[in-house]
């Protein structure tokens, strides 16, 4: 039994960290700008697909893939904030229009990735798949590369975030949009950039999803929709508590099945939510309330 | 021939899909993304029922609807206290929930295999199997769904849930409980999708969960926001077009997927463009045609007390028509509020003066109940009114307006002063459906009622314009006439004056006169000390939370020691 | 040439019109106040000077060039800088995190570090808080750092939007003499908002009077004093 929980707790620290990173990715983009960005599926898919093409068919190295997928993403995500959403603020188009918008974008986007590249599962070859046993808990390779992935590229966002000019510029635009401006900070330019990080990082995560899971047109809403989660567990507007929101997320997930029966074990992440939601709606980390 | 009566058929399910969702999007401002999870439920309650209860065919469609309509009562729960992105991702929660459930709750809905062996159901001694056959029964369904929809969106309950998603606040001050509404629009909503599941279910004689996925709930929110929210019409249309149509495809003799794939990528393009040239829809909530109402009527005679609604019995006793004691509030450390005691004598104009920030404003949110007090008491003609709901205090007799104006903007003058007047029975399901006399009857008196308001800020002329299209002073006379109409006999206006032009203060001032000298008990927020000069019989001074003079306006004014907080004191 | 010269200025909000052109200057080395009552539009006319609201039309002249049309980025650059009403710190933020976002747009590092120097100094109490966050500030507090944050970008023409609102007499009286002095030893020009006349009056050279989105009065400070009592104006 404690080893058992002892093994579903690593588990959930592991999926818990990739959810955590795909949190943040969307809640950098929602922080900052207010959009609620469900198009962020269509930013991994077309990343990913990207990267499977080169890896899979160019027969381009795997690190060399990650790398593509995180500039697919980026110019992908920063395209979308300058082609779709600028336009839209342009003529003051209320949140849910937004919101409208980037849902019919996951649609069309989705449907143009099938129409090109059929609908049929692909794999993302090259990464050798084999064990580790740590006392008393195992995992995969392509496991422990979620666990380092996820954490290194958190850090880093975090620490960019916190000692640099830009990260210090885009905390404060998440903040306080209008006294942004009042100190000389262009919001405008701050989109793009939020974009450029999150969608980065969010095809980053895709490929990691990608190493276990099959590659197919709609890979991405499943993940994002985690990290909506993650963000509203944590508190809208808070980083940190986007990758508190996603590991307690994972957790609940993994640890659930010592409670609960089997069938539930898929929508225990939408009750974490529906709970977190109706009981303390501004998130475990939130400070803003209203 | 059967190919395309099966395609109208869809047609007629995706109607009725789509007007319980623009109830719900449109009328009430609510975005839900979990229409096919209700949609889903629905289907599974009435194959269930059917094959494994072997109730017979009208049952098993009850079954369904009530079924629809108590999960979403359910769900309305704790959708109440949520609203914008709260209320998509908890809904998109719900959606996932049920969809997850469907899916691995194998016992009950036999997992991805789904029900098949659904019985077709027998009506009029034959059984309904191809199409054609099922034509009459769902056209049947999608008119009465329409119907009922229709019915309650362009009713006097149709005007409050609009109302409710312009503005929720301003829906609690003229005396709408929001709450009710928002159960009342999400059961109504599950409902009509719970007539849809029942006969779809029927219909296919086979579910599974991919009918009713996120992809489902998100083909009904594009359906409804392209045909036009607040339009029941553009919901027909959009399903038409975007049901319909597509199918057209199918004859490139491309492979299904591929057809489903384009379909799905001119919709979600048509959506961003949409949203970006004409946020409105195919058919605008105002459409051509549709706003006739008021327009060309002769104004009626106009005289005060004509238009002064009573919403409880006539108050003629002595002493104050409102007294509040020792109220207190504070805000993370500021008193807003510190042991303040006023009383409002009846018929009078008192006035609340004092600098920014003295906490005027928090007074009427204490008043009328937006702010819980943190002690201290209310009493209106005798009553205590303390603890009550901001809605609750309005249909007592004390209403609010706000500096902001707060108009339902996107409804026209008229509707925004009609939907204030209280008591009315089309506000109701009962007296809607079941006693359409009384319902029209109530409606054209409170129409005349709400004309006659608004003649008497003198913009009758205006009633049949948008809101929000009128100047900022027009603005703030239709939002005295709204407040007139709740029928309350003692008005808290908040700064009536403020950021209107000098003619425009004239006329506002003079008719506050007006309804004081016809029996209305009024308290004003101004900072503006020649309007109070102009309109208040008495006047309470307040500075950081407290109330330290009272009396009438000149002698407050005559006052250095009220000079120096007003203005500052400075040693040079 | 004033420092800044506005004219026919019209601005509001989506489609609501607040201000309807409205003409002023400041001059190098001014303290000048715009008053008026509740919804007159001072608070809109600043943000549509600043940048933060677009011009419906009418222009802006800061030192010489047209500004009308500039990014308040762009703005701030040159050296006009608005402390807003209401949420002037980063509340989720440190002091220390605040000081530096003040700095924003000064490039040169050792220009930021001399200027943080000289704020601290001259606000010893943000030196004592650099660590916490600035919403557990007090309110006098806040409105100080407020004020730092703006200095830290070495502003030519400091646009103040209700420095006193919500602040106990005491302490409106310290920050009045705070801007005065700075305006002083930094040779600074203000342009101000203020409802307390008294103590607007008691710095302030000059004195524009708004209502409903139009300049009724332009006086100076000494003979809007000299009347007294003021009551028909706001």
Not at chain 2, 39 to 67: E, K, M, N, Q
Request: charge should be positive; charged fraction near 15%.
């Amino acid at each position: 039994m404690l080893a058992l929980a002892a093994q579903l707790a690593t588990n959930g620290l592991i999926s818990g960290s990739l959810y955590a990173l795909l949190g943040v990715s969307w809640g950098l983009i929602f922080a900052t700008t207010k959009i609620f960005h469900f198009a962020h599926a269509l930013t991994l898919t077309v990343a990913v697909y990207a990267a499977v093409l080169a890896v899979g068919q160019w027969g381009w190295g795997l690190p060399a893939g990650f790398l593509l997928a995180a500039v697919v993403g980026c110019l992908f995500g920063v395209a979308t904030e300058r082609v779709v959403y600028r336009p839209l603020r342009r003529v003051n188009a209320t949140s849910l229009n937004i919101f409208l918008a980037s849902l019919g974008l996951l649609i069309a986007g989705e449907s143009a990735v099938l129409i090109v590249f059929g609908p049929q599962a692909r794999d993302l070859p090259g990464f050798p798949i084999s064990g580790i046993a740590l006392g008393p808990v195992a995992f995969t390779t392509v496991e422990g590369l979620w666990l380092a992935g996820s954490w290194a590229l958190l850090l880093l966002l975090i620490a960019w975030l916190w000692w640099t000019r830009y990260g210090r510029a885009i905390r404060a635009v998440a903040s306080n949009r209008e006294l942004a401006q009042c100190v000389g900070i262009d919001p405008e330019r701050m989109s793009l950039l939020v974009f450029g990080i999150g969608s980065a990082l969010v095809g980053l995560g895709g490929m990691l999803l990608a190493l276990r899971d099959t590659v197919s047109p709609t890979i991405g809403v499943q993940p994002v929709l985690t990290a909506f989660i993650a963000v509203f567990l944590g508190g809208i507007g808070s980083i940190p508590g986007a990758v508190l929101g996603g590991l307690v997320l994972g957790l609940a997930e993994n640890m659930g099945g010592l409670l609960l029966p089997g069938h539930w074990q898929g929508v225990i992440a939408f009750v974490v939510l529906f709970s977190v939601l109706v009981f303390r709606p501004s998130g475990l980390l939130g400070v803003r309330t209203r | 021939m059967d190919f395309w009566l099966h395609v109208v058929n869809m047609i007629g399910l995706f109607i009725m899909l789509g007007v319980s969702l623009n109830l719900l999007l449109g009328y009430g401002g609510l975005v839900s993304m979990a229409q096919a999870a209700f949609f889903g439920v629905g289907a599974y309650a009435a194959a269930l029922s059917a094959r494994d209860l072997g109730l017979p065919f009208p049952l098993t469609l009850v079954v369904a609807i009530v079924v629809t309509t108590l999960l979403a009562g359910v769900v309305t729960f704790p959708a109440l206290r949520v609203r914008g992105e709260y209320l998509i991702l908890l809904t998109l929660a719900f959606q996932m929930v049920i969809y997850g459930l469907m899916l691995s709750w194998v016992d009950l809905t036999a997992g991805r295999t789904g029900i098949s062996g659904i019985p077709r159901p027998r009506l009029f001694g034959k059984t309904l199997v191809t199409p054609a056959e099922f034509l009459p029964l769902i056209a049947a369904g999608a008119l009465v769904t329409f119907a009922i929809a229709y019915r309650i969106g362009e009713s006097p309950l149709g005007r409050v849930l609009k109302a409710m998603r312009d503005d929720e606040t301003a829906t609690l001050a003229i005396g709408k409980s929001v709450l009710r509404y928002k159960v009342l629009v999400f059961c109504v909503s599950g409902g009509l999708a719970g007539v849809a599941a029942g006969l779809f279910a029927h219909y296919q004689a086979f579910i599974n969960p991919f009918s009713f996925n996120l992809d489902r709930s998100i083909f009904l929110v594009a359906l409804v926001v392209l045909g036009g929210t607040g339009n029941l019409l553009g919901t027909v249309a959009g399903a038409i077009l975007f049901v319909g149509l597509p199918e057209v495809l199918r004859f490139l003799q491309a492979r299904q997927d591929i057809v489903d794939a384009i379909r799905n990528l001119v919709f979600g393009l048509l959506l961003v463009l949409f949203m970006r040239f004409r946020p409105e829809g195919l058919v605008p909530e105002h459409a051509r045609g549709r706003r006739r109402q008021g327009v060309g009527q002769p104004a009626p005679a106009v005289s005060v007390t004509g238009i002064l609604p009573s919403a409880g019995p006539a108050h003629d006793g002595a002493g104050p028509a409102l007294v509040a004691q020792g109220l207190r509030k504070s805000f993370g450390g500021i008193k807003a509020a510190d042991d303040l005691s006023l009383a409002l004598p009846r018929g009078k104009v008192t006035a609340l003066v004092g600098p920014n920030g003295a906490g005027k404003t928090t007074v009427f949110n204490l008043l009328t109940g937006f702010l819980a007090a943190e002690a201290g008491t209310v009493s209106l003609q005798g009553e205590d009114i303390t603890r009550l709901a901001p809605w609750r205090t309005v249909r007592l007799g004390l209403a609010r307006s706000f500096q902001d104006v707060r108009l339902f903007e996107r409804m026209t003058v008229l509707d925004n002063v009609l939907v204030a007047l209280p008591e009315q029975p089309g506000e109701r399901l009962g007296p809607l459906f079941f006693a359409p006399r009384r319902t029209a009857e109530a409606e054209r008196r409170n129409r005349d009622q709400a004309l006659g308001s608004l003649a008497f800020v003198g913009l009758a002329d205006r009633a049949g314009e948008i809101a929000s299209s009128l100047a900022f002073g027009e603005q703030k006379l239709v939002a005295l006439a709204r407040l007139i109409a709740t029928g309350a006999d003692v008005l808290l206006l908040d700064e009536p004056a403020s950021g209107v032009d000098l003619q425009w203060v004239r006329r506002i001032l003079g008719l506050i006169r007006q309804l004081a000298a016809a029996g209305k008990t009024v308290c004003i927020v101004e900072h503006n000390l020649e309007v109070v000069t102009a309109v208040a019989d008495h006047a309470y001074f307040m500075e950081a939370g407290r109330i330290i003079a009272e009396g009438r306006p000149e002698e407050l004014m005559a006052d250095p020691r009220l000079a120096d907080i007003y203005f500052g004191t400075s040693r040079r | 040439m004033s420092l800044l010269a506005v004219e026919g200025l019209a601005t509001g909000y989506a489609k609501k019109q607040i201000v309807f052109g409205v003409d002023l200057r400041v001059e190098a080395g001014e303290i000048v106040a715009l008053m008026g009552h509740n919804g007159a539009g001072k608070t809109t006319s600043l943000k549509a000077i600043a940048g933060l609201l677009p011009l419906w039309s009418g222009g802006i002249i800061f030192d010489g060039e047209p500004i009308g049309q500039a990014t308040s980025a762009a703005r701030v650059r040159r050296g006009l800088s608005l402390v807003p009403q209401e949420r002037f710190v980063f509340a989720d933020l440190t002091v220390a995190d605040n000081l530096e976002l003040g700095a924003f747009s000064v490039a040169d590092p050792t220009i930021a570090a001399a200027q943080r120097e000289k704020v601290l100094t001259l606000l010893p109490v943000l030196a004592e808080r650099r660590r916490q966050l600035a919403g557990t500030l007090s309110g006098g507090e806040q409105r100080m750092l407020g004020l730092g944050m703006a200095l830290m970008r070495r502003p030519r023409l400091l646009l103040l939007d209700e420095p006193s609102l919500g602040l106990a007499p005491l302490l409106v009286e310290r920050i009045m003499e705070t801007i005065r002095d700075i305006a002083r030893h930094d040779n600074l020009t203000v342009l101000l908002v203020e409802q307390n006349v008294r103590h607007a009056l008691a710095i302030a050279q000059r004195v524009y009077i708004m209502r409903t989105g139009r300049l009724i009065v332009e006086e100076t400070g000494a003979a809007m004093a000299a009347r007294g009592e003021w009551w028909d104006l706001f």
